[in-house]
């Protein structure tokens, strides 16, 4: 199957896709493209994603990386909860909340301001539990995936740092998908390249 290649200007195209969370439910949004798009054939290893990108194009900033994984987990929307009970903007688990000494769900979906809190501070607990595989593994290559900081905690805020872990210290041989079929090694590669040195690696965060 050949590769369609579409240019865009310096305009905003509008696209509207569906289908990208188990609901269903269908999403609008707008990207700016000051660059080559290419729409290509979906690889199985791409898991759910329609396109070869699935979030707009932020930059390799930490609020890039941020907004990144938000547009990935829930398309950056604050108050929703998912059919497997994660919720907001970064789908956070309950356990995880409680780690943070956040109980109120209800009060956690309507606080745009604690939702970026909490996924700062996860940020920070997973660079330090991983701080010693971060130094060992980025810039290897494992599985044909660069290894960066940004995918590492990108990778760590699906599977959990543990799971992280093990997979880099196997050599990519561990494998972990979550209910919805992502897995490690499609996070290190989507959310590779990013500045994450923002995050100051922390064992104990306080919000």
């Given at each position: ?94 356990s995880t909340l409680k780690r943070f000494k956040i109980y109120n769900t209800q009060e956690f979906l309507n606080n745009p301001k604690l939702q ?62 979550d209910a919805y079929g992502s897995s490690i090694q499609h996070y290190l590669k989507q959310f590779a390249g990013f500045d994450t040195s923002f ?9």
């Amino acid at each position: 199957m050949k590769k369609v290649i579409l240019i865009l200007g310096i305009t905003t195209l509008g696209i509207f896709i569906s289908g990208f969370s188990k609901e269903e439910k269908e999403v609008n949004y707008k990207l700016n493209f000051t660059k080559e798009v290419s729409f290509a054939p979906i690889e199985k290893e791409e898991e759910e994603s329609h396109f070869n990108y699935n979030f707009p194009f932020t930059g390799n900033s930490f609020n890039g990386f941020k907004e990144a994984i938000a547009f990935k987990e829930s398309q950056g929307r604050y108050h929703i909860v998912n059919s497997i009970g994660y919720l907001g903007k970064y789908q956070f688990g309950k356990s995880t909340l409680k780690r943070f000494k956040i109980y109120n769900t209800q009060e956690f979906l309507n606080n745009p301001k604690l939702q970026e809190d909490a996924f700062i501070a996860l940020c920070s607990v997973n660079k330090w539990i991983l701080r010693k595989d971060i130094r060992r593994s980025v810039g290897k290559k494992i599985n044909g995936v660069v290894i960066t900081e940004s995918g590492i905690l990108a990778a760590a805020h699906l599977a959990g740092a543990g799971n992280v872990k093990k997979y880099l210290r196997s050599g990519g041989k561990y494998h972990f998908e979550d209910a919805y079929g992502s897995s490690i090694q499609h996070y290190l590669k989507q959310f590779a390249g990013f500045d994450t040195s923002f995050i100051k690696a922390n064992k104990k965060p306080v919000l």
